[in-house]
């Protein structure tokens, strides 16, 4: 293998055997995660919603442009929930296994950042602390 160094003299290399876990708990983990973001993002949007009482709001439009009570979810509601589920695919940048475009989402550029700064602090550590091992002896 041949290392061409571009950026700083100081970098991090991880090798790691990848360690097979059973395949139910694989399950059972991405089980978990969905739950727990999908109610998240559901609690999230119910309560954003009752602070600002968009349903009363979209009964209150209803009312003005049609002169009459709704009885019950109407155009708005319905046009609202697919706009917000659109809006969500496209800032994430995918719908299932398809990516509009080639762009990271911004859950992959937080996570780079996040990668980038745990490493440079590990290099300043290993530096302060000159546990630094040079290749080329």
Same mark, same amino acid.
């Given at each position: ?14 090798? !790691?055997?990848? !360690? ?5 708990? @694989?399950?059972i983990k991405l089980? +978990?995660?969905?739950?727990v973001a999908f109610?998240? $993002? ?15 709001? +979209? @009964? ?16 708005? @509601? +319905?046009?609202?929930t697919v706009g ?9 940048? @995918? ?30 550590? $290993?530096?302060? !602390? ?8």
């Amino acid at each position: 293998i041949e290392v061409v160094n571009m950026g700083p003299e100081d970098f991090m290399i991880y090798y !790691k055997e990848r !360690k097979e876990e059973k395949r139910w708990i @694989h399950w059972i983990k991405l089980v +978990f995660v969905s739950l727990v973001a999908f109610l998240g $993002a559901g609690f999230s949007i119910m309560t954003y919603n009752t602070d600002v009482g968009i349903d009363d709001l +979209f @009964h209150n439009m209803y009312e003005l442009i049609m002169g009459e009570t709704a009885k019950g979810p109407n155009l708005l @509601h +319905f046009s609202y929930t697919v706009g917000l589920a659109m809006g969500i695919i496209i800032f994430f940048n @995918h719908a299932g296994k398809i990516k509009l475009n080639d762009d990271p989402t911004p859950f992959e550029v937080q996570m780079r950042l996040y990668e980038r700064d745990v490493n440079d602090t590990l290099i300043i550590d $290993a530096d302060r !602390k000159k546990e630094e091992e040079d290749v080329d002896s």
